[in-house]
């Protein structure tokens, strides 16, 4: 019988300091945005190399915000990649806009930006390419595409907070970036988002955008032109927030490591599982770490991969299904074989435990469960 502890495939690590500052916010009488909230912000916008940065109550307001800032609407085109999280399906339909799909490669898993040109219609207003962790999109040959042909960039960075970019941090350069602060992510404030903008100006309107679509009249009565969204993020979350930022290096210095014994295990069995090697191991932020089963040559199906990891105590996830074959999609007329390297990734992908909270000890456990639970089937 398993006794070891459950292993999560993702989680938050929440130190005692930091749980005391978020008693002493709650017990200071103000706990929505304040001043905690322009602590965060000033310390994303350094962290961004002094761009403004406005946070949010997630990702998905980030982006939704991100597309509105960027002019984004009804007739309007975004490129995107279906190898990612709903939220870039849902905010392109959600602002009115059409959602059109690009493939990606399989061993970095980001969009194909050779694919991206013949994609450009009159219509296109926008790219919002997914970086994946271990292997960012090619900021050189993305930028270059959208100066081009006008467009404005939206990186959906939910999953490399901390990773760099020719020695700089991903959001410090290009045009709209996003963060996620969701526990998953490499540092939380429980739920959470970061946008990080190209201008004083944009980041006034994320103002309105983020709080009721309020501004202020000369008299300080307010008035409302457009019907803005809710999504300030709290003086408790940013609390945690400032605290987890200070943490990213030691976070990331984990992560790294046991992706790292992932790498090094995996090798010893390359048959056994086929992670996608990043083209470049220094300066990811390793969020996750997701393997293709090799199913072709498996008696193993990833339900029961999962399930047997699952009896092993251990957790897995799918990073992702195929945005294109969601039913919301299929709404836009996709269909199977439309992005065949995506729904390759959809069928094969295992997402294992990698967080901070792990040793080099629960890789091990894992490696060793996969081998056997493949090994069981091969028999
Ligand atoms: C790639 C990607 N983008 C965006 C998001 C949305 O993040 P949030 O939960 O903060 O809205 C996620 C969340 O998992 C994600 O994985």
């Not at 962290?47 to 597309?67: I, N, Q, W, Y």
């Not at 392109?92 to 040109?117: H, M, W, Y």
């Not at 201008?199 to 309107?205: I, P, W």
């Amino acid at each position: 019988m398993n006794t070891a502890p459950y292993l999560k495939f993702a989680g938050p690590v929440l130190d005692e300091a930091t749980i005391d500052g978020v008693a002493d916010v709650l017990r200071s009488g103000w706990i929505t945005s304040g001043p905690w909230l322009q602590k965060f912000e000033a310390a994303l916008s350094a962290f961004c190399d002094g761009r403004p940065v406005k946070a949010m109550t997630s990702a998905t307001a980030a982006v939704e915000v991100a597309l509105q800032v960027a002019g984004v609407g009804p007739g309007d085109e975004v490129i995107t990649c279906a190898q990612s999280f709903f939220t870039v399906l849902n905010m392109i339909v959600k602002v009115g806009a059409t959602p059109v799909f690009v493939d990606c490669d399989l061993v970095t898993r980001n969009i194909d930006l050779s694919q991206v040109e013949a994609a450009i219609t009159p219509r296109t207003k926008a790219l919002l390419p997914t970086h994946w962790p271990g292997s960012l999109v090619d900021l050189a040959a993305l930028h270059a595409i959208a100066a081009r042909h006008g467009l404005r960039v939206i990186e959906d960075a939910a999953l490399v907070m901390g990773s760099q970019w020719n020695g700089r941090n991903i959001g410090a350069t290009g045009d709209l970036v996003t963060f996620s602060f969701h526990p998953n992510k490499n540092m939380t404030t429980i739920e959470g988002g970061a946008l990080v903008l190209g201008s004083l100006a944009e980041a006034e309107r994320v103002d309105a955008l983020r709080f009721h679509g309020i501004t202020y009249r000369p008299d300080r009565t307010r008035d409302v032109a457009f019907p803005g969204g809710k999504f300030n993020l709290p003086d408790v979350n940013a609390r945690i927030g400032v605290a987890q930022l200070a943490l990213l290096p030691s976070f990331l210095a984990t992560r790294r490591a046991l992706a790292g014994r992932y790498f090094e295990r995996f090798a010893t069995d390359p048959a056994c599982l086929l992670p996608p090697r990043p083209r470049d191991g220094d300066g990811q932020s390793w969020n996750m770490f997701s393997v293709l089963l090799p199913l072709a040559g498996m008696a193993i199906s990833r339900q029961e991969f999962r399930a047997a990891l699952d009896a092993s105590g251990i957790g897995t996830g799918v990073s992702y299904e195929a945005l294109h074959l969601s039913t919301l999609g299929r709404r836009y007329g996709y269909k199977e074989g439309d992005l065949p390297v995506t729904e390759r990734i959809a069928r094969e992908t295992v997402t294992l435990p990698l967080h901070a909270a792990m040793t080099n000890d629960d890789v091990d456990r894992v490696c060793a469960a996969s081998a056997a639970a493949i090994a069981r089937k091969r028999s």
